[in-house]
Nanobody, 113 residues
């Protein structure tokens, strides 16, 4: 059964950093565009970063602070998050872009002093 497993979340103070990882257990990884999504309490899930064909795109809210990367040999996508703000608090998920119905459990990121 194909799975997505996110990790690396936690509690961090404003201005801090975290690095999230997402491991994909399927056989075919490199040909797809992959994204990081987040869902804050009471809000819809939103796409924050995408990596595709060597290019990356970011939501305006995270541009300049977050960096998405991928390791095709490891079937893994990463999200380096710097200068974290309280409004970055959310559950973070990875998925293909555009997303399909396969979602992992997500990883909680809480930014608070």
């Amino acid at each position: 059964q194909v799975q997505l497993v996110e990790s690396g979340g936690g509690l961090v103070q404003p201005g801090g950093s975290l690095r999230l990882s997402c491991a994909y257990s399927g056989r075919i990884f490199s040909i797809y565009a992959w994204g990081w999504y987040r869902q804050a309490p009471g809000k819809q899930r939103e796409l924050v970063a995408v990596t595709s064909g060597g290019r990356t795109n970011y939501a305006d809210s995270v541009k300049g602070r977050f960096t998405i990367s991928r390791d095709n040999a490891k079937n893994t996508v990463y999200l380096q998050m710097n200068s974290l703000k309280s409004e970055d608090t959310a559950v973070y998920y990875c998925n293909k872009s555009p997303a399909n119905g396969l979602w992992g459990q997500g990883t909680q990121v809480t930014v608070s002093s």
